[in-house]
């Protein structure tokens, strides 16, 4: 098991170190995620990376995401709801589209192509698929897998090499603002460390959907809201947190599990770029509505993860917590909203069974 996982890690340190010197955007994250799924077709052997390692990554990750909201930037997303609301239903609404023609064009129901494309929450709807009738389990893996990381890829190449257009100084702002605070007092430190890790067990005793993140994200946000000044983020838990994250989902992508895998991957690839090119109209939309740059409105309507999209905006300087909170409001929408939809329209696989 130690062997295993040490195996992982090196491979990861390679993918991270390869994509660093290659300058692609988030190397330690993109890099040892492609790295071990590489590396498992490879050799066919099975690599080992514990949920419990991923989760400490997401707990840093959440903190850096809360400590970046202010009472100006709620104030300013209160008076943004309903374009978020906007953002969220007309996301959804197009990736719905996409599943529709990827089940026509593939053959997959209905039921799976809509449920593997929607934007955010991998794990939940894979969950969800197993409730839901006419459902194919593995093929709404693949289809979400694959939406996710062809965003990961996709959307913060486009901000840092598009939208940003090789802008230095937007990079190094972002940088700047996580390697190099200081800690003012002496029990800064220990309060946040306390605070984050208290957030994210009541998280998960009260099931909030990815706990490890928002709960840590929550805590860190109302410390910071109360007063106290945050701790700066040295530079190696940021990379320590990209690895963490990234090793944990390259081991869970099984293309060879599926059998009709090569068929699927152009539509899901394709879906999943419309997706995003619509995601950056949606963005640009909303700067005319309001007075923020593309940049931070792409990165808030993009439809990846909460995690990858905020490190995405810490690292080139965007608004952090302007991201989040798009973001949280498209997750929390899929997580409590869609399922009730979902469920309503194609039925359950427990009313099937007593039919």
Not at 36 to 58: H, Q, S, Y
Not at 100 to 109: A, D, H, L, N, P
Not at 283 to 306: E, I, K, N, Q, V
Not at 332 to 346: D, S, T
């Given at each position: 098991?130690?062997?295993?996982?040490?195996?992982?890690?090196?491979?990861?340190?390679?993918?991270?170190?390869?994509?660093?010197?290659?300058?692609?955007?988030?190397?330690?994250?993109?890099?040892?995620?492609?790295?071990?799924?590489?590396?498992?077709?490879?050799?066919?052997?099975?690599?080992?990376?514990?949920?419990?390692?991923?989760?400490?990554?997401?707990?840093?990750?959440?903190?850096?995401?809360?400590?970046?909201?202010?009472?100006?930037?709620?104030?300013?997303?209160?008076?943004?709801?309903?374009?978020?609301?906007?953002?969220?239903?007309?996301?959804?609404?197009?990736?719905?589209?996409?599943?529709?023609?990827?089940?026509?064009?593939?053959?997959?129901?209905?039921?799976?192509?809509?449920?593997?494309?929607?934007?955010?929450?991998?794990?939940?709807?894979?969950?969800?698929?197993?409730?839901?009738?006419?459902?194919?389990?593995?093929?709404?893996?693949?289809?979400?897998?694959?939406?996710?990381?062809?965003?990961?890829?996709?959307?913060?190449?486009?901000?840092?090499?598009?939208?940003?257009?090789?802008?230095?100084?937007?990079?190094?702002?972002?940088?700047?603002?996580?390697?190099?605070?200081?800690?003012?007092?002496?029990?800064?430190?220990?309060?946040?460390?306390?605070?984050?890790?208290?957030?994210?067990?009541?998280?998960?005793?009260?099931?909030?959907?990815t706990p490890f993140l928002l709960g840590p994200l929550i805590g860190a946000a109302v410390?910071?809201?109360?007063?106290?000044?945050?701790?700066?983020?040295?530079?190696?838990?940021?990379?320590?947190?990209?690895?963490?994250?990234?090793?944990?989902?390259?081991?869970?992508?099984?293309?060879?599990?599926?059998?009709?895998?090569?068929?699927?991957?152009?539509?899901?690839?394709?879906?999943?770029?419309?997706?995003?090119?619509?995601?950056?109209?949606?963005?640009?939309?909303?700067?005319?509505?309001?007075?923020?740059?593309?940049?931070?409105?792409?990165?808030g309507t993009s439809p990846g993860g909460m995690g990858e999209m905020g490190l995405t905006?810490?690292?080139?300087?965007?608004?952090?917590s302007l991201v989040t909170a798009y973001q949280m409001s498209r997750l929390l929408f899929?997580?409590?909203?869609?399922?009730?939809?979902?469920?309503?329209?194609?039925?359950?696989?427990?009313?099937?069974?007593?039919?």
């Amino acid at each position: 098991m130690i062997l295993r996982l040490l195996e992982t890690l090196l491979v990861s340190l390679a993918g991270g170190m390869l994509f660093r010197l290659s300058h692609l955007p988030l190397p330690w994250l993109l890099g040892s995620l492609t790295a071990v799924m590489v590396w498992g077709l490879a050799v066919k052997r099975n690599t080992f990376w514990p949920v419990e390692i991923r989760n400490c990554g997401l707990i840093l990750l959440g903190y850096m995401l809360g400590i970046s909201f202010t009472g100006e930037t709620l104030a300013q997303i209160a008076r943004q709801l309903p374009a978020m609301a906007f953002a969220t239903l007309s996301t959804i609404l197009f990736s719905l589209a996409i599943g529709y023609i990827v089940c026509r064009r593939t053959g997959i129901s209905l039921a799976t192509g809509v449920i593997g494309s929607v934007p955010g929450g991998l794990t939940q709807m894979v969950v969800l698929s197993e409730e839901i009738a006419d459902t194919d389990l593995t093929v709404v893996t693949f289809m979400q897998t694959i939406r996710l990381l062809a965003t990961v890829f996709i959307v913060p190449f486009i901000v840092i090499h598009g939208l940003a257009g090789d802008n230095l100084q937007a990079v190094a702002a972002g940088y700047a603002s996580i390697h190099h605070g200081e800690i003012n007092t002496a029990w800064n430190a220990p309060i946040y460390i306390t605070g984050v890790l208290i957030a994210a067990w009541a998280a998960v005793k009260v099931r909030l959907p990815t706990p490890f993140l928002l709960g840590p994200l929550i805590g860190a946000a109302v410390l910071a809201l109360a007063g106290f000044p945050a701790p700066g983020t040295p530079s190696a838990l940021v990379v320590i947190s990209q690895l963490c994250i990234g090793a944990y989902l390259g081991l869970s992508i099984k293309p060879a599990d599926m059998d009709n895998w090569k068929k699927l991957l152009p539509f899901t690839l394709a879906g999943s770029a419309a997706v995003v090119l619509f995601s950056l109209g949606i963005g640009f939309l909303l700067t005319r509505m309001h007075s923020f740059d593309l940049t931070s409105a792409f990165l808030g309507t993009s439809p990846g993860g909460m995690g990858e999209m905020g490190l995405t905006a810490v690292l080139v300087g965007a608004n952090v917590s302007l991201v989040t909170a798009y973001q949280m409001s498209r997750l929390l929408f899929v997580l409590f909203v869609m399922p009730l939809v979902l469920k309503r329209f194609f039925g359950s696989t427990r009313l099937k069974n007593n039919t």
